[in-house]
């Protein structure tokens, strides 16, 4: 595929990113009166969606989760294409032999194969996210 190392790197990026960078970046976007969300709400006419969204508490928790998930979700791409890249060709090769489809494929074969890799990915991603939360509380 054309382009793969660059979209590699652009999920990549955000996970050696500054804390400091991203906050200063996500504080611009979520600005109430000049942020570039509520510019770009208000821009394609839905003003009424434009409002402050860090400081309504309905919102502050989605759009915190929201800079948390886009900060490091490139971490665990890099675990899963790792995953996908390692599994065994000639298994895969069988069940298309054996004429399974994209579906059957996906649902008999890699996802059995990418169990563990997904449990490590989730389990990493837990260890990191309670490792932030008591840091910032320390």
């Known amino acids: 595929m054309r ?7 652009l999920f990549f990026v955000p996970v050696v990113m500054s804390l400091i960078v991203v906050t ?7 600005e109430a009166n000049t942020g570039l969300l509520n510019t770009f709400l208000r821009g394609i006419g839905l003003e009424a969606l434009a409002h402050p969204w860090l400081g309504d508490p309905a919102t502050a928790l ?8 886009w ?3 490139g971490f665990s791409l890099v675990i899963l ?3 996908l890249q390692g599994l065994p060709r000639d298994v895969i090769d069988a069940a298309r032999v054996d004429g399974a489809d994209a579906w059957q ?9 990418m ?10 991603s837990i260890i990191g996210d309670s490792r932030c939360s008591t840091s910032s509380s320390s």
């Open 3 to 9: 382009g793969r190392s660059l979209l590699r790197t």
């Open 81 to 83: 294409l790792a995953g």
């Open 115 to 124: 169990r563990p890799i997904l449990a490590l990915t989730a389990l990493l």
């Open 71 to 73: 900060k490091n979700v």
């Open 62 to 69: 989605g759009a915190v989760i929201a800079v948390s998930v």
């Open 105 to 113: 494929l996906t649902t008999r074969v890699i996802a059995p194969l």
């Open 24 to 30: 200063i970046i996500f504080q611009r976007i979520y």
